[in-house]
Every structure is written in structure tokens, then in C-alpha cells.
């Protein structure tokens, strides 16, 4: 399958992002550059971790005014795989695209460790490689990745089993304790409601290589490869947008 | 406005810091006093952090060539060369005064200084490094200091997108009135497409780009750095800088770029002196001059006087000289990146500094002058009065621990041993996916992608030994950050510096920098580590009292097999505790002798050259050999301590150890001891035999400690405790004291 | 015209930075600060148009960027 | 009584997050937004004491925790 990452101009896991495709998984990834609208026929975007405008106001606030945004929302709309890390869930939020909210860690300081999660859903193009309740553990480096919603939203989420992953400790409990940054609910990634967009904030992207950072990220990949060689979650047409 | 053209009195510039006799000499050479703009040009050009008057001659000194130097001191960074057709450039720098100032933005624009003056050789920055020294924590602002120094850090390595990777911290009521921060970058450059700050071509356009210019830090870096501190300092206090590390960002993509282009002849960064330092050194190293129309200067504020640009030190600028007629290549790249790019000038062929505002000349000076004929001068150095008292440490009158698990237990909560993860998990060590292994070891390790070599990296200096001896002090830091590397696996490569002391013109002072140089000499000699780049730091001193001699030293090594690397902890059960070198009856300057008994005293820790290349020798041939699953290096707190970071520093769950010690000196000494050129390895039983034979072909000293084994730090007869009740302690030392009530910041 | 903006977390949303300002005043001493709250403050000018102009434009302007809807409020003056 | 304090970057002090708001508010087309400032605006009670005092006890609080002078400076008002 194809795959895009974007390059804002703050971003700076896009290298990663883009050597975990193509040199660790063997994809076909290409860059997208922010002030393009052409999506170079990608069935997966990605919208890697960084600062994409230097965030100064907010995480994500100009990225979603983006032109290459644009085609991105699009491509969601249309179906299409679209995957936000770390300030790319940022942005999706931003967009509109993801509901709630990223907020200052509760600690106020940024946090970089590796991290346990509980994959919580498995009925997803991005988890469909995993069993419900496996512990996986994949770094964060965040500032701010405290998820937040209202209560109405949060209940829909659950509900909805949208909650993807989720922070816990090594017994693979939810605890205070084990949640780096106050999320929710411990939330770490959610689903949106058609389940072809997906945002999480720790990085699977450095978490494919034995040698670095080991290999607790490198099945989300996998799933969506498989997902989109299966078909079940095809975009309508993956091609770029008329603009 | 007043533009300043006329004539400067003296006392104009001995206001600028100038002496009389310094004025008198710029008088003779132009035949005339200078204009105030002028002045504030010499001024900041002959101030010590420019012009390196009291250390220059001492300089002279270092090892600084190798048959793998590609560039040594004297350029933006020092350049060496890895293979593959590869070269790593790094440099070392501090910002001290502005991080007491503010701490946040002061260790924030430390990091962009230091990440600009590698990207400005034309090497993408992969890691940094940040050394660390801050007061006590019973000193009312040090928490305050700690909390913004580390996230200021963080705020700029993080959001440029350049893994802060490793470094130290300590605390030492010396450094209550004048923390350091010292941040050193490396990057990766081509051997053949290395970029110099050396203007050539008579004619050449002088490109400004980046930031606009402010009035941040007149007389910063260079002024501040220059003289010390005093209460009235915070009144003059210019306006401090702020960093945009997003603008960074978007400038060192930018260079990066236009250097795959054929643009640019020449390219140095804006600090210190900004506009002035970076015109007149491209010049001088080029023999050439340039002139400056100060009308095209990008300015941010109103009615900036040439005074102002020229002396302006606002962040994220740099400048350059292109090929004529490529003026609008560059600007076309600095177009796609957003950011300004403006023709201020050109390259002369009269070897002057020119500089005109409103059609006017406002500076007309020799670069000569503002160079090479810069004052240098041999002050006068002698030991300080307390020198042979500060040596004698009466170890009789030292009474032995009564539990010595307790005492391990107090070592591990010292803030200068315990765990530096409240502060490196603020770090984001993980961008650019080549880190192998991040800060909490020996030595950090990054892979060189498209290679299979890796690149270890440590900082390491016992200010406490060079207060004690700054000769020895001094070599101790360049063997510990060579054996840290070693331990990593890595071959030391090369040595940058940042030497932080006090007042220069001191007799003591200078002695101590003197004597420390010496120090780093030999031992850059003795373990063939070139000295490439680095800095120097003068006038660390409150109301006369100066900080602890402190001359930080970065390692950096090279893994030709990247599959060597080696981390720190234990990793099996069973695996044999080996050391490797001798442990002597030596308690002078310890973390133990600080902790326990409240004394800084006695000779440091000896170090004898030879041995120390020895033990290294050998743990590096073992661990090419692949005989060694752990190498941690024996440093503060003695082997006790050591050993419990072999068991803590790992992945859940942590393993113990059965030690058997025995030796015919004092237990303290022997547990605590900080003896030098000693490495403890873990081994497989059955390698054993293999790793002896290593040992004894070098005559190195080795001792089989114990084996790795259940959950318990057992060292018979005297230690025995829980491995989580060790990492408890270890790791909540730090958190526990930040988090403490806050602290305000006045 | 220049506008002052107050933006300010919703009720109800998680402050982290108001109560960590909070726990600060009264390790400081004092005891009296309570109910904090940290938003952001935002000065511009505007040039052209009038008045009612104005007051749609940063009206505007807050709600496409300078706040965010779902976690935050907005307030602004305007001022000759 | 309620504290509103305004804290803004000092003149002269570079502000890069009020120029990339500044820049922002022009991307998307609001191109009469100038002289843009981004500051802190925290909102805080006091209780007890006369309005003589809480002026007196918040110009302390500003002073001391929440602005920074050597960068910010501030202002604040007060309501009963
Ligand atoms: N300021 C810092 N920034 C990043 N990492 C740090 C810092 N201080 C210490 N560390 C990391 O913590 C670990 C222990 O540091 P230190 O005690 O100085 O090690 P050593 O004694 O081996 O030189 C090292 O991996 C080091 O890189
Ligand atoms: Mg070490």
C-alpha cells in the first residue's frame, strides 16, 4: 500500500515516520509537503509527531488550515486511512476530525519514556493484529497529551469501544499511577466513529526496530497493511482530490 | 538619535570595559580615538569571551591534530572523520550568566547557539548533551534555577527536533550565586562537504538571514561572560534573549538545503557579538574585508542605532557569504522556508571592517586589530593559599560507617548519585530514531543510519577533585568520559571542552585554569583524543567568590560494529561480577567522605595514564570479542555504587548480586573508594577464562567479584539489601526534592 | 482599534497550570488565592474598518484560531 | 474579591508567540490583525482582607510567582 507523511514545517518524527515505512516495512512512502494539496494518491496519511507551526498558541491550532489539510479532511470523509501521532492527534482533534482534546500533561512537564498500553480494541484496521487486552509497550515524548472530552463525548467513546489503547501498568491496570499525563480514562489513542481515523499519542513509529526502542509498535502497522490488503476498509477512491 | 561618530573619551571606554592601556593601544594603531560605535565593536571583540586574551597562549597547549581531525579549534566546531565518507562536527558551550539571569530562556538559547554552530559546518545535529551545575538544595533559588534551566532545555531540543541524549548534573553550594550550563551538540556532515567560516572573493555578497534584529543581550554573551558578576549586575542587565526554536527549526532546514546547493562560500552563525563577530571573524580567517550597509539590516524594533544592530545578539540568525550571482538562489530557499533573507554587504579586498548607516561610514577599523591583534596576555597564576590544606585528609580520624547499607543507601540518595531521570525524561531522546541507548547508561550510543557504526557520547567532570587538584581533576574528566565510552563500546575519537572558572585575572584562578589545561593535555595525549573545538569561561564569580574549577570535557567515540554496544546493567542471572583494575585506599574528595562526613578534602583519586589505557584496552577487546554482556564504569560513590546501578538501572525486574569483598584495606575505602581506571564487567561463566587471558596480556588487575543472582544486593559481610528498596532510594531522590513547595523566582 | 483578548479554560475542563499556580501561592503564603484559573491574553490592533467591524472580525478570529471551542472560552474588549 | 492579572512580554523582548499568532491571524486572511501580543491571563479569588490589602497581596503574588519580571511585565484589576 502507499503511504503519505506530512512535513509541516515544525514536524520532526517525519523522518522516522518515513524510515519505519519504507526501511523497516518495506512500504511505498512518500512525503507530503504542508503547502501542497496533492495527496500523491496515498491510501494512508500519516500526520507525524513535532511542532508543526512551532504551536506556540496551541498544539495543532494552524496545522488544520493547512492546504494539504485539506485534502486530508477530505480523504477521511471519503473513507480514507488517516492516522495522527503524537501532534498529529493534535491535529486531528484540532480538525475536528477526532473529537476532545489534548491539554498540558498534569505534571505540566514534558514527558519522554516508554509506556505500557492495553490494546482495548481489536476490531480496527490499526489493532486488527493484536488480542483485546494484550500490553504493548511504545514511547511517548509529549508536552502535551493529557486527552480530555465531555462527559457525554467520553461515555460515546467507550460505549462506541472507540478507546483504542489505553495506559497501564505492567499487570495491565488502568491505575492513576500508570497514566504519564492525566489523560481520561487513561486514554491513549481512540478511533473516530467509522474507524478509519486514528489518533494516539506515544510513538509507534519508534518502536519497529528490536535495536531501538523494540518492536511493541510495529503490529499497528502491520494491521492497517493487512486491513488495506483485505479491502474491508478501502477509501471510496484513493486518489487526490480536484481542487 | 544619537548615531555616534564622534570621538570616544577614556572613560567611555573603560565604561566599555577596555583598560587604559587597551584603549591607548587602539588609539595608536588608528591614529585617532575610536567613535563610540567603534567601540562597542572593540569592546565586544577584545572582550575575553571573544578574544580569548587571558587563555589563548594557554590553549596553545592542547593536542588538537590527528590523522582523523578534518578540522580542529578555530572554526565554528571541530570536525573528525568516521569512515564511510562520513565526519561528525561538535562543539561545546556555555551560557551561564544568562541561565542564572533566566533560566529558562537562557538554557534555551544556549541549546540554539550550539545547535547553530554545527549546523553552520554543514552537519545535520543528531544528539545534544547538556552539562549541568547548580547549588545546593537548601539554597532558596536552586529549585527555581533547576526547574527552568531543564525545561528550557527541553523547550528547545525538543521542539527543533534533536534528541538531548545524555549529560550530568551536580549540585555543590559553590555554584549557589553562578550556575553553569554547558550544551554541546554533534552532527553528521560529508567529509567533503564540510562549510567554513573563511570569507574569499573580493566582491562576494554578504547575506543576512534568519530573525530580525532586536535589542536582545547588547553587550550579552560577550559582556556578561567578561566580567563578574556583582549585585548592581541585574540593573545593567540588558534585555534578555528569548529563543524561537521554531524559527530555528525552520533556519537549519533551511542552511541544510541551500548548502546541497553550490551558494554559499562562506557561513557563521550570529552569537556572541552577533553581526560584529561574525563579519569580522569570516573576514579575518579569509584575510579580506567586508563592508556592511547597515540600512538592510532586518530590524525588529524602531530607531536602531548601528550601535544596536551592530552589537545586537538576538537569536537565530546567521550569516553569509555567497557565490556573486546567487543571490537568488539563497533567497529562493530561504523563500520556501519563510523566512528573510537580505544582501547587507560585501566582501572588501582592504582588510577593513566597514560599516555604513544612512549613507554614512560608522565604523572603519583594521580586522586585524579586532583579530589576531586582539590582547593576549600571560597573567599570573599561583595555587591558592589553601591549596596543601585543602590536600591533608587525616584517615584516622575518619570513623567507619557503622551500617554500611545505610551508607549506601545515603550515597544513592545524594542528588549527585541518585538518578538523573527526573531530568532526562524532560528530554526527548527518542527523534530522529538512531538511539541505541539513551541517557541512563555509561555512555549514550546513536547509530550513523546507512552504516554500522555508532557514535557513543558522554560529559563528565568531578568539579570537586579539581577544586582539590585541578591537575588531576582535570585528566580524571577526559579518562572517566573515555571510559565511559569505552564502556558503551565505542573507540574514543576526540575531546571538545568548556572550561568554567572563575576570575582570570586572579593569581589562583589562573592557576587553576592553568594547571587543568595541563591536565587535559596529558590525558588527550595519553589516549590519542584530539581536542577539536571548545570554550572557555571566565569571571564565574559572585561577590568575589569563584566556582569550583570546572572544566567539563565531551567524549565522543566511535563503534565500528554498532552490535557492540554495551549498556551498564546486568542482565543474567548467573553471569560472573568481574572488575577490572585496582582499588587503592583512597578517600580524598569522595561522594562518600561529602556525605558521610561533611569534609571536601585530601588528594582526588590518583590516575596513572598508563594503567587507565590498559583497563580500557581490555574491556573494549572483551567487548569486541562479545564477552560482555554489562560494562559500567567505577565512578562516584565507589564500587558499592556501582554495583547497585549494575542491579537498579536496567528493566523490571532488577537483578541482585552476591559479592564477595575482601581487600587489605579499609572497608569504607574499599566499598566507597573512588579509585580511578576501574570498569565492573558481567560476564558468562564459561568466558570467563577468555576475558583473563585479555587481562593479564595487558597486565591489567582483574577480580572475579561475585556472579549475578535473585533480588538482593548481598556484599558479604557488610551490605545486604533489597534491589527495589536500592531503586526506591535511587530514583525518588531527585523527584522528591523538586517536588518540594515552590519557590519563587526572586 | 486595539482588541483585548481573554481566553480562559471552560468550566469544568481540567487546569492543570490553575491549580499548580494555586498549590505555588500557597506555599508562597498565601492562603488567601483560590478558585485560579490560567488562560492567555491576547493584544492586537486592528486597522481599518469601524467599530462594528471590528468587533466581528475578532470575533472571528477567536473562533476559527485563537481558542479552542471544546476546551476553551473567549472573551474580548475593544479600545480606541 | 476576584484578581484578573494581565502578564505580557516587557517591550523589546522578543515575542515569538505573539509574532507566529501574528503570522497565523495573516495566513488566513485576517490581514488587519497588527502588533500582536500573547500573555497570561489568570483569574483568581481572595478572600478576606480590604481591597487596600488584595491589591497590596496580588501585586506580591505577581511579583514574586506569577510574572517573571526579568521578561513579563503585569497588570491586574480588581473586582468585588
Ligand atoms: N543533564 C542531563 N541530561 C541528560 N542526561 C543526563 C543528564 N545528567 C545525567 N544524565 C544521564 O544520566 C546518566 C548518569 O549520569 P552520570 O551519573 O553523570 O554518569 P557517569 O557517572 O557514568 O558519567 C547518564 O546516562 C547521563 O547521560
Ligand atoms: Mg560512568
Known sequence: ?243 | MRIGTEPVSKAEALDHGLSAEEFARICETLGRAPNLVELGVLSVMWSEHCSYKSSRRHLKQLPTSGPRVLQGPGENAGVIDIGDGLAVAFKMESHNHPSFVEPYQGAATGVGGILRDVFTMGARPIANLNSLRFGSFDHPRTRYLVNGVVAGIGGYGNCIGVPTVGGEVYFDAGYNENILVNAFTLGIVRNDRIFRAKATGVGNPVIYVGSKTGRDGIHGASLLASAEFSGEAEEKRPTVQVGDPFTEKLLLEACLELMELDAIVAIQDMGAAGLTSSSVEMAGRGGLGILLDLDQIPVREMSMTPYDMLLSESQERMLIVARAGAEEIVQGVFRKWDLDAAVVGSVTEDGLFRATFHKQEVVCLPVGLLTDDAPAYDRPANPPDDFDTLQVLRLDRIPPPGDYSQTLLRLLDSPNIASKAWVYRQYDSLVRSNTIVGPGSDAAVLRVKGTHKGIALSVDCNSRYCLLDPYVGAMIAVVEGARNVVCSGGVPLGVTDCLNFGNPEKPAVMWQFTEAIRGIRDACVALNTPVVSGNVSFYNETDGRAIPPTPSIAMVGLLDQLEHHTTQWFKAEGDQIVLLGRTREELGGTEYLAIEHGQVQGAPPWIDLRVEKQVQQVCLQAIREGLVRSAHDVSEGGLAVCLAECCITGPDPHLGAAIELEGAIRPDALLFGESQSRIVLSVRKRQLGRLREIASAEDVTLTVLGEVRGRRLVISPLIDVDCEELARVYYNALPRRMAADAQPSS | MRARVFITPKKGVLDPQGKAVERSLHALGFAEAHDVHLGKYIELSIEGGDRAQAERRTDEMCRRLLANGVIEDYRFELQD
Request: net charge negative.
Open chain 1, 1 to 243: 500500500m502507499r503511504w503519505g507523511v506530512v512535513t509541516f514545517p515544525g514536524s520532526n518524527d517525519d523522518h522516522d515516520a518515513l524510515y519505519a515505512l519504507d526501511h523497516v516495512l518495506g512500504q511505498d512512502a512518500v512525503s507530503l509537503w504542508h503547502k501542497e494539496r496533492d495527496l500523491k494518491g496515498v491510501d494512508c496519511v500519516l500526520l507525524p509527531g513535532g511542532f508543526s507551526y512551532g504551536d506556540y498558541l496551541r498544539c495543532g491550532a494552524m496545522a488544520r488550515f493547512s492546504p494539504i489539510m485539506e485534502s486530508v479532511v477530505e480523504l477521511a470523509r471519503r473513507g480514507g486511512f488517516v492516522w495522527g501521532v503524537c501532534n498529529g492527534f493534535q491535529v486531528l482533534c484540532e480538525a475536528g476530525l477526532l473529537p476532545g482534546a489534548l491539554i498540558r500533561n498534569r505534571s505540566l512537564q514534558f514527558i519522554c519514556t516508554p509506556v505500557q498500553l492495553r490494546v482495548e480494541e481489536t476490531e480496527t484496521p490499526f489493532t486488527n493484529q493484536y488480542t483485546r487486552g494484550e500490553i504493548i509497550s511504545i514511547p511517548i515524548k509529549h508536552g502535551e497529551g493529557c486527552y480530555i472530552a465531555d462527559p457525554v463525548t467520553l461515555e460515546q467513546l467507550e460505549e462506541n469501544r472507540q478507546v483504542v489503547l489505553r495506559y497501564v501498568d505492567s499487570s495491565g491496570r488502568a491505575t492513576p499511577e500508570a497514566n504519564p499525563n492525566g489523560a481520561l480514562n487513561n486514554i491513549a489513542g481512540i478511533v473516530n466513529a467509522q474507524r478509519n481515523v486514528f489518533g494516539l499519542m506515544p510513538h509507534p513509529e519508534h518502536a519497529v526496530e528490536k535495536l531501538v526502542g523494540g518492536e511493541g509498535g510495529l503490529r499497528l502497522f502491520q494491521s492497517l497493511i493487512t486491513a488495506h490488503a483485505d479491502g474491508t476498509h478501502r477509501p471510496a477512491a484513493a486518489v487526490a482530490p480536484g481542487h
